[in-house]
Nanobody, 126 residues
Framework: QVQLVESGGGLVQAGGSLRLSCAASGRTFWNRVVAWFRQAPGKEREFVAVLSWNGATTRYAESVQGRFTISRDLSKTTVYLQMSSLKLEDTAVYYC???????????????????WGQGTQVTVSS
């Protein structure tokens, strides 16, 4: 079992920035793929970004490409989502997720992921 905890959400004006954090309770991410998803009211949960287990590969949704950056710290205990140039449509609950298997590829499909955090709310205002 992997427990994930997100933090860093909040209220920000359009054009502003936020950094979200995802920590795994009692574990590191040294051998795990970690992804961020988001879910806006009335919409399905959608892929945002993913970081491969070795940190060599990142993938982004087209809607956030060039504005968001996924990374992890040197100790591999926390994965970040740096969000810049935020838009109203970025308002959502943001979730981090990981797979039950270690190593492997970096999928973007929601159903591939086994463990999820509780989510953190990001609200972008005009």
């Amino acid at each position: 079992q992997v427990q994930l905890v997100e933090s860093g959400g909040g209220l920000v004006q359009a054009g502003g920035s936020l950094r979200l954090s995802c920590a795994a309770s009692g574990r590191t991410f040294w051998n795990r793929v970690v992804a961020w998803f988001r879910q806006a009211p009335g919409k399905e949960r959608e892929f945002v970004a993913v970081l491969s287990w070795n940190g060599a590969t990142t993938r982004y949704a087209e809607s956030v490409q060039g504005r968001f950056t996924i990374s992890r710290d040197l100790s591999k205990t926390t994965v970040y989502l740096q969000m810049s140039s935020l838009k109203l449509e970025d308002t959502a609950v943001y979730y981090c997720a990981t797979l039950s298997k270690t190593f492997g590829g970096a999928p973007t499909e929601r159903d591939e992921y086994d463990y999820w955090g509780q989510g953190t709310q990001v609200t972008v205002s005009s």
